[in-house]
């Protein structure tokens, strides 16, 4: 498979050298915005680069019929003009706020926690924490937002609020710090005790193996997917 880079940081890095170990041929590493010649003909284009450009780069690819796997956050308020351009060009838009099989495993318990909590909203509250390296540009994170949707879902939160818990709406905190590649809990409080759950990244290689798996899956598909799809939870 050939398989475009569009966004070549730390991510991409890796990314780049996930893929070749699978045998797959990197044919570019852009960190400018995308055009039919510096995309080289690739057969889908993994995108990881900012909050800023993501919009323009997916909806380039996908315009083209270049089907895109992306995992930058941060641009969310757009996505569903990004699934709309996707439908009607009949393209293929897979989009992940964390390709990590352990973090996806954690959004699937996440969502069984919050289902079982429901009935007791009354006795626990509930507030998210995620912590990142400095160089991490979005606040809170997508992976913390994932988490949040979720809660909200089955629960009486109505909205969720950086930094702050306060009423319906769910707080989710966010920290960075160092270099730490990424963390994130879920705590239910109430007057006798805390539930909490937890995942802890120890590096980028999940991240990036999770994103070639993607892009992989979603060869010869049309339509907009997750991560969920791909790992079939």
Known sequence: ??????????MGQIIDKTAQDRGHQVVARLNESPTLENLNNPDVVIEFSSPESAFGNIKFCLENGIPVVCGTTGWLEKKPEIERICIENESAFLYGSNFSLGVNLFFALNEKLAQLMKPFGNDYS????????????????????????????????????????????????????????????????????????????????????????????????????????????
Not at 1 to 10: D, F, Q, R, T
Not at 197 to 224: C, D, M, Q, S, Y
């Open 126 to 233: 509930c507030q998210l924490e995620e912590i990142h390296h400095v160089h991490k540009l979005d606040a809170p994170s997508g992976t913390a937002i994932s988490l949040a949707q979720a809660v909200i879902e089955h629960s009486d939160y109505q909205s969720w609020k950086l930094d702050e818990t306060l009423g319906a709406e769910l707080g989710i905190y966010a920290v960075r710090k160092d270099e730490v590649p990424g963390t994130h809990s879920v705590k239910y409080h109430s007057n006798v005790d805390e539930i909490e759950i937890k995942h802890t990244a120890f590096n980028r290689n999940g991240f990036a193996l999770g994103a070639v798996v993607a892009a992989e899956w979603i060869l010869g598909k049309k339509g907009n997917f997750g991560m969920k799809e791909v790992l079939g939870l």
């Open 1 to 10: 498979m050939k398989i475009a880079l569009v966004g070549y940081g730390k």
